[in-house]
């Protein structure tokens, strides 16, 4: 059975007929004043900006997650996903599964994999890693044909990468907070939008925080996600992306909205002042709600390689992540970056993309990964 969200809920709900649910309590968090954040906070106050018909957090009354108005998206079946998979990964598996057509088990069968792996940015420690246990696998179990020596990389990479699959479990939090950063061009606007929609599916209402305001149009872009879901965006024309994190989390509470999703601005890791910034968004949320933000997940681009793991260090040293989006390995041949993750920064990866439909974004499973990576 297929998983995209694990949730908590009291009475059975509608669900996509290829979505597993796992039950979770939700917590009650104290609410924190907003006169107890406001040191840390510049700017003026943010405008609540949404689709026709929206006003106001505090003029509105509080409305539960079953008052949404939502449009179910239709989860897209099994195979139809396996497929996108396959064909997303197929120059990344086409470099590697080559290899061992008509091939001796020899030192020049390790010599090619290991400069297929490393092209495919599995990375150094990886590549090692995997190299060494296939070599001791293949003498230990007297391996002789080259499919067999095949099967045997799917165990280890399976066994490397298996760490990395959790799911995403919503209820946890009334509302759970997620602080969502990224450098430009990885695709995080449009991730954001996405999941919001199969949050809806799920039946939990959302709303999102416009915070990055570092880059010209992300607020409209952000925004035509927000009517195009019929969701509430927390924005301002200017300002601290802080102040609009912290009015984001209020209105959430004064409304009972299930979750926050905060846009941050794109950024290198090497802009220092920048992930200072992110560090302040982080503080300022913590003030408006003790213990969030509870999720703060990384976009990262698929086709970056190793640059992408370097992403992961830079902002998982400053915002202590618990979790990574890989998008766009749709075409790529770098598909053995989640190794060289694994590896040297296991953060659990919760959703990759292989292309631009809603139905693109799905959870990872490492299984099916490696089924992809090595057909």
């Known amino acids: 059975m297929f998983s995209f969200f694990r949730k908590k809920t009291p009475e059975p709900i509608s669900t996509p007929p290829s979505v597993e ?52 998206v239709a989860a897209p079946a099994k195979q139809s996903w396996i497929a996108r998979l396959k064909q997303g990964l197929a120059k990344t598996s086409s470099n590697l599964t080559t290899l061992f057509i008509g091939a001796r088990i020899d030192d020049d069968l390790y010599d090619e994999l290991e400069a297929a792996l490393l092209t495919a940015d599995a990375g150094v420690e990886a590549t090692m890693h995997l190299l060494e246990n296939l070599k001791r696998k293949v003498k230990e ?68 925080a416009a915070g990055d305001t570092f880059r ?47 846009d941050t601005a794109g950024r290198l890791p090497t802009q220092l002042h920048l992930m ?37 260090k830079a902002f998982d040293d400053a915002l202590q992540l618990t979790g990574l989006i890989i998008t766009k390995l749709d075409g790529t041949a770098k598909g053995g970056v989640l190794a060289a993750i694994a590896k040297t920064r296991p953060i659990p990866v919760y959703f990759i993309g292989v292309g631009e439909q809603i139905e693109d974004l799905q959870a990872f499973n490492a299984q099916e990964f490696v089924d992809a990576l090595l057909q």
Request: no cysteine.
């Open 276 to 312: 200072e910034e992110l560090k302040k968004i982080k503080r300022v949320i913590a003030k408006g709600m003790d213990g969030a933000p509870q999720e703060i997940l990384l976009v990262i681009d698929g086709n970056t390689g190793q640059n992408a793991l370097a992403q992961v």
């Open 216 to 262: 010209a149009a992300a607020r409209e872009q952000l925004m035509v996600w927000g009517e195009r879901n019929n969701i509430t965006v927390i924005a301002q024309e200017s300002g601290d992306p802080a102040a609009v994190a912290f009015d984001a989390v209020a209105s959430a509470k004064a409304r009972g909205t299930n979750v926050v999703m905060v």
């Open 141 to 208: 179990e007297k391996l002789t044909e080259a499919e067999q020596v095949k099967a045997a990389l799917k165990v280890l990479l399976l066994d490397l990468l298996s760490p990395l699959q959790k799911p995403f479990e919503l209820g946890r939090f009334q509302p759970l907070v997620m602080m969502i950063a990224g450098v430009n061009g990885a695709g995080k606007t449009t991730t954001i939008g996405k999941l919001a929609k199969h949050m809806q599916v799920h039946n939990q209402s959302v709303v999102l």
């Open 21 to 72: 649910i796992k039950e979770h309590q939700s917590d009650t968090l104290p609410s924190v004043p907003l006169s107890e954040a406001r040191n840390d906070i510049s700017g003026t106050n943010s405008q609540d900006i949404a689709s026709e018909g929206t006003q106001r957090a505090t003029e509105e009354p509080v409305a539960s997650s079953t008052e949404a108005r939502v449009e179910p």
